[in-house]
């Protein structure tokens, strides 16, 4: 036998509910599962469905997401195409390539666009429970839209699809909220922190020291307990924001009160990407240990001009599928049955010639049939549908047909003729003990 080949570390197989495997990622029918719950939403709120590349230019990210951050210097599947030399990427996130097509397309020039996308992304991150090398993210944008009114239609909009899953506020999940303000008043923050810093410079540890010139901001994360009386007496961006950006802050933050969605507002919010500014938020939930970030999304006004396209303000969020899909199984959410109405055996004495157009006719009116296929005894025929979790058993005989109740013990077996067995016959057999 020729080697067995694996899976490339971090990136996970979905597998049917019937393979056995002890697997942690929840089984491909919760993914359908969620999938039926996305399309609903979406629809509902009048987004656009939108399919880019998996590969895009390296270019695009490192101008979008930013040189200096983590995704950039260190998590991108970066490759030089071998046939003509060109730098690609695999993508690192959906938001920037659905930028680049929006640019590309001119696809605002008609209005603005809401749109969502679905699919794998890639970061070469440390495999752990919640944060894979492959993994797979829901994205909202909202382009052209200067908010805050699509801030919060998009932040509800999470709600929603929170709601839709079962999930409760507060007990499954929160929102966190801040804002960033615009560049040059993060600038002006800055600025003002590096002082306070440099003020403070005797109380600085070394990676302090470090960051003070690269990166002042994250010292603000750091846990030295010695540095936290310094952290706490620290300029804080909120008191740079001029009057539009504070107007866009409490403009949305009505809108929620008004909606009923409670949030806290976490200065300490900044995402890990460069391009946002004003709203920021995340959806997070303690039942997920280190990976409690579910969803995470902000305002991007500047990154189409950066991308090369007319200056428009644009919003959206990404969601961590696995992560999402991993809170629900945690949680025990119950999920729509998955197993399918009618698993149909066809007996020595009986005729898939017969069997089959039946069987086709019950589908095309919406029956979930699964059909038995191979030669095994009748006792391990009935043992596969009940493993199947189907209701009912349909049993092809030479002369007759059976509805078979899989789930009650005490109903009873339907015979019918071959020749009375229509569609609406066997459809009203399964039904009478539904
Ligand atoms: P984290 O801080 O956990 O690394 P992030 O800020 O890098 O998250 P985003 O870029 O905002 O994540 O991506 C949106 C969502 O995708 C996250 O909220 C999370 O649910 C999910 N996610 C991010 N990285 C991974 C990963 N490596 N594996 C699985 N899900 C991920
Ligand atoms: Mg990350």
Known sequence: ?????SAVKGMNDILPASVPRKEILPRAATWEWFDDVVKRVMARYGYQYIITPVVE?????????????DIVEKEMYSFTDTMNGDKLTLRPEITAGIVRAVVEHNALYNGPLRVWAQGA???????????????????????????????AELILMGRALWREMGLKEGEHYRLELNTLGQPEERRAHREALVKHFEANAGVLDEDARRRLHTNPLRILDSKNPAM????????RLMDFLGEASRAH???????????GQPYRINPRLVRGLDYYNLTVFEWVTDHLGSQGTICGGGRYDDLIEQIGGKS?????????IERLLLLVQELQVTQPDASPDVYAIVSEEGSLATAMPLIEELRASGVTVVLHSGSTSA????????????????VFDAAQVTVKPLRDRDAQATPMPLASATPAAVTAALQSHA
């Open 1 to 5: 036998m020729a080697e067995k080949l």
């Open 57 to 69: 230019p390296t270019q695009l990210f490192v101008r979008g997401i930013g040189e200096a951050t």
């Open 121 to 151: 992304v890639f970061r070469h991150e440390r495999p752990q429970k919640g944060r894979y090398r492959q993994f797979h993210q829901l994205d909202v944008e909202a382009l052209g839209y200067p908010g805050p009114d699509i801030d």
């Open 228 to 235: 936290q009386p310094m952290i706490e007496a620290a300029p």
């Open 249 to 259: 802050f409490d403009g949305l933050r009505a809108l929620l009160d008004a909606a």
């Open 312 to 320: 428009a303000p644009a919003i959206g969020f990404g969601l961590g």
């Open 379 to 394: 006792k391990s025929q009935m043992k596969k549908a009940d493993a199947s979790g189907a209701k009912h058993a349909l």
